[in-house]
């Protein structure tokens, strides 16, 4: 178990982070969400022993950054945003190098490598010499660094930076496997990859935790229900007078749809009533094409967090300067 | 230990996996060599011995710019390239990153060392020098390699890029080859401090005539392992701050 308390770190006067307190179970996957520049990098660095905090503590199964840092750093396997790789080797060659330093033995990183190479889909490169692969494998190879020692930890960040559509989807089966041995936190701009891939979600905004929990909790904290795009084969009148009859509906936007006989629906509903709304659709004899969670969704979710703790933050400011 | 010595295998692997360790090599040799031959053997008859205090002389400054360019590149890359990130975030201690670096300098060095011993072997084809003169020299050659290589491992430790590593490194070095100047224009104590820091009049002039002072190999392991302890504090203090 990962335990964050009040962690606080500043560069020179600027708080990058702020009173952190956060907990992390054995085999989740958790995602850190946040803007440029809202502490995501630090907290990661500071998590990988990478940088000291300027107050609070972190522990990993109760062993503490600041009391023994070389065996907190055994427990942790690190990739930054861009691979730390020595292009000259060759990858297996590098992998048991890198186990190696992070503590395991010749014999024991040996051992580790062929698992490892399976887990990020290396194998077949193993003979090869870094600075000849692509830059999806490259980023697989930096994964394949930071689990050889079989960490309790695994932190990644901006792991999809930079890859292609093909390889972010193989990316995601990568990060799922690590979470059969490991913890894994990962950090990213692209609010749809945290959700396809992350258990849990921990928003950062100006150094502060504004939020926590699975993206259905943090729509629930934001939004008080969930937002649903849908394609029906009906008309406007006839769903407006369905949509009258039911109560946790709120804000439908209708459009016409890509026939005539279509049409495209953004509603919210006040709580999770999916399925009731689907059965009324259907009862009145309204075709059901498509029921999504709308694609925004996420992205709102975050801009209201953010922007509420935008305006608490200027409130106390304003309330500081008065 | 075990972390020393892994450290030291990559680096020794990258020098021998790239064209930068074989250039430097090939690159001292030539000049070396064409030293040896204009200068020390050169066209007027003269004594062996001389002709062998000439080489030591002359080795002793490409000593000096071999370990620049052999250290420039050993830490500032790992930050250029992103790699001190898997170093720092491994359970590897600093002095062991230092070291290992080192001694990876240092072993290129020594093998550069070595394969221009067919100059001083040149010299018995038509003269005779006493082996001990040439040990001694090799000796001297090694030591003075040892503190330029630790001084340079300490320049690569400060600076960002490996540009400004190999400025600072000359600098430093430059500073103790040339420090006797500065003991001329100082009073004592200073100047006899300037004196006793003095990398060639002081320290290497015994060993190119042939003889090993103990105070001179005290100088030079001391310069070596000075610079290696603040190479590795400069690293911790970076790495924790």
């Keep these: 178990m990962i335990e964050v308390e009040q962690l606080t770190r500043y560069f020179q006067d600027f708080p990058a982070l702020r009173d952190i307190t956060a907990r992390i179970d054995d085999g989740e996957i958790v995602g850190f969400l946040g803007l440029n520049g809202a502490g995501k990098t630090t907290m990661l660095r500071i998590l990988a022993g990478l940088l000291p905090p300027s107050a609070g503590c972190v522990r990993i199964n109760g062993v503490d950054l600041d009391d023994a840092p070389a065996s907190f750093r055994k427990r942790i396997g690190f990739l930054p945003d861009e691979p730390p790789l020595y292009r000259e080797m060759r990858v297996q060659e590098y992998l048991v190098w890198c186990g190696q330093i992070k503590g395991c033995s010749r014999q024991q990183a040996r051992e580790n490598v062929t698992s490892v190479m399976q887990t990020c889909g290396i194998a077949d490169v193993a003979d090869h010499v870094i600075d000849e692969l692509s830059f999806g494998f490259r980023k697989r190879v930096g994964i394949a660094q930071a689990i050889m020692h079989r960490p309790q930890l695994v932190i990644l960040d901006e792991p999809i930076g930079g890859l292609d559509p093909v390889q972010i989807v193989e990316m995601r089966d990568v990060v799922r496997n690590l979470s059969r041995e490991s913890t894994v936190l990962l950090s990213s701009h692209i609010l749809s990859e945290i959700t396809q891939t992350c258990h849990r979600i921990l928003v950062l905004h100006r150094g502060k935790l504004v939020a926590s929990g699975t993206e259905h909790d943090l729509a629930g904290d934001a939004t008080a229900g969930i937002q649903l795009d849908l394609t029906l084969r009906t008309t406007s009148a006839q769903l407006e007078q369905t949509l009258s009859r039911l109560a946790y509906v709120e804000h439908p936007t209708i459009a016409p749809g890509a026939s005539d006989a279509e049409i495209d629906v953004r509603l919210s509903l006040k709580d999770d009533a999916r399925d009731r709304l689907v059965a009324a659709l259907v009862g009145d004899d309204i075709g059901v094409l498509r029921v999504e969670r709308a694609k925004s969704e996420l992205e709102t979710i975050f801009m209201k967090l953010t922007q509420e703790t935008h305006v608490a933050d200027t409130a106390q400011s304003g309330r500081g300067a008065a | ?241």
């Design chain 2, 1 to 241: 230990m075990n972390g020393l010595l892994l450290v030291a295998r990559r680096e020794l692997g990258s020098f021998t996996n790239s064209l930068w360790g074989y250039g430097i090599v090939a690159a001292i040799l030539v000049i070396d060599g064409l030293l040896f031959n204009a200068f020390a053997l050169g066209n007027t008859p003269r004594l062996s011995s001389e002709v062998l205090r000439q080489f030591f002389y002359f080795s002793f400054g490409t000593t000096l710019i071999a370990s620049v360019f052999l250290t420039m590149r050993v830490v500032a890359e790992e930050r250029q390239t992103g790699t001190m990130q898997l170093l720092e975030s491994s359970p590897l201690e600093e002095w062991q990153l230092v070291v290992g670096k080192w001694l990876s300098a240092m072993g290129v060095l020594g093998v550069l060392t070595l394969l221009t011993a067919y100059m001083p072997a040149l010299i018995f084809i038509n003269g005779k020098v006493a082996v001990g003169h040439i040990v001694a020299g090799y000796v001297g050659l090694l030591l003075v390699g040892s503190a330029a290589t630790a001084i340079g491992t300490f320049g690569s430790a400060l600076a960002r890029s490996q540009l400004v590593a190999a400025v600072i490194s000359a600098a430093l070095i430059t500073f103790f080859v040339i420090v006797w100047l500065l003991a001329k224009i100082t009073d004592p104590p200073l100047a006899t401090v300037f004196t006793y820091l003095a990398f060639f009049d002081q320290h290497f002039s015994p060993f190119m005539k042939g003889r090993i002072n103990t105070e001179d190999i005290v100088f030079f392991v001391t310069t070596t392992t000075g610079f290696l302890l603040l190479a590795t504090r400069w690293l911790s203090a970076r790495r924790w701050r």
